[in-house]
């Protein structure tokens, strides 16, 4: 079904005026996610499980508490990284080159 909203349009040459039904966008953040157990609307919290990964559960009053598991195209990256160095970066060998050294004072600024 979609968004509904009440539009006033002022009268004009050659169109009537009134208020009219238009459709409209809806905010995502005005959609919740289905509990995959219970079938029905509910809050996302996040939570570590023991082998370190972040995954989205079923929260909120009548929840399971199951995980719900994220869909397979926010699973890809939309831009892949670069994997070769761009005309922008510094070169490996300048990152590696040691400029300080605590103990020999090498480094330090005149202050």
Do not use: W
């Not at 499980?49 to 995954?55: A, F, Q, R």
Request: with cysteine; charged share 25%.
């Amino acid at each position: 079904m979609p968004f509904q909203v009440k539009k006033h349009i002022k009268q004009g040459e050659g169109h009537t005026g009134g208020i009219f039904s238009i459709e409209a966008p809806l905010h995502v953040s005005n959609v919740q996610v289905l509990d995959p157990v219970t079938g029905k609307p509910c809050k996302i919290g996040y939570k570590y499980l023991e082998d370190g990964t972040k995954v989205r559960f079923a929260r909120g009053m009548n929840a399971s508490g199951a995980v719900i598991p994220r869909p397979e195209i926010l699973k890809e990256r939309r831009k892949p990284r670069p994997t070769s160095p761009g005309p922008k970066d510094t070169p490996i060998d300048l990152v590696l080159e040691k400029t300080y050294d605590a103990k020999a004072g090498i480094g330090m600024p005149d202050l």
